[in-house]
């Protein structure tokens, strides 16, 4: 079985390397030539950016990525990030309206979303915030990262704290109800010319702020992966009873393949979007391939 693993594509944006045809269709050659016959895509968030263009200009950046892969034929599994958490609010919605024209008027948390929809042509299944599947005799769960420790949005880390400081846990719905109250606010404002503006002068802020970071923990020969591992391995924890082989995850746009003392083994897929290394994984039954878009030789693999 070979599983391809993409994550921070950012459909609409500029950076998204593949908005461009041309570079659509090598990369779907990529995954032919170096997938050694790929049975499923897994989406591992951020697909669509819904924080900074609109709902459609974003679908219609992807559309023809859509319908190369659905030229393809495969399974496609869509993991919801942050960028484009509005997907989980519209699956909510209408299962809110589907209850209540059956006169079912309550609210339901499921703490583990899945659904099926077509987007632009292409059918897929999503899933939030875990997707989980067993490759070969071999767990792995999939997610997109931002609910980890270190990883979460300044708002979020900011509610999470005013609710601890009350002498109140934080349980995985509140993380939820201040997920969905930060990123509705700011799917909202890309509506708004000036919002955009501002988010992208703090977004290029950070940007330059992370890439300083990164090349200091680098020089420290301290992986992003590494750093996050102890994090990990709470999220696991706390979201899941048995044992976890693998944990892949993306939204850092920082991709490597990590193990402490052959314990759980953890890939970052990276992004495919402008300023970054442009990566992504394929996952087989005994190995994981960290692959650099246009590139012939691995750039990291490991023995699952």
Known sequence: MSIAVISDTHFGLKSSVLSRRDNVDYFIWELWRYGDGIDEVVL????????????????????????????????VSYVVGNHDHHMTVICQELSL???AARGELFSVYLPNLRWAMNLAGLRMTFHYPTYE????????MFTHGHHLDGIKSL????FEGIRRLSGEPVLPADLERMMAYAYESIYRSCYLGEAVEIEESLWRVTSIFDKVRSGVLRTLRYSPVESQYDAIIKFIRERH???VDCFIYGDTHQAAIYRRNEDLLVANAGSLADGGDNTYLILTDDEIQLR?????????????
């Not at 708002?155 to 900011?158: D, E, F, G, L």
């Not at 650099?292 to 699952?304: A, C, N, S, T």
């Open 155 to 158: 708002p979020v880390q900011i």
């Open 97 to 99: 309206l589907e209850r």
């Open 44 to 75: 591992l968030g951020d697909i669509l950016d819904l924080w900074r263009v609109r709902m459609e200009s974003a679908i219609r950046d992807a559309s023809y990525f859509f319908r190369r892969l659905d030229e393809l034929g495969l399974g």
């Open 133 to 140: 599947m067993e490759i070969g005799s071999r767990r792995f």
């Open 241 to 243: 009873p048995g044992k």
């Open 292 to 304: 650099g878009f246009g590139r012939q030789e691995p750039l990291m693999k490991m023995y699952v």
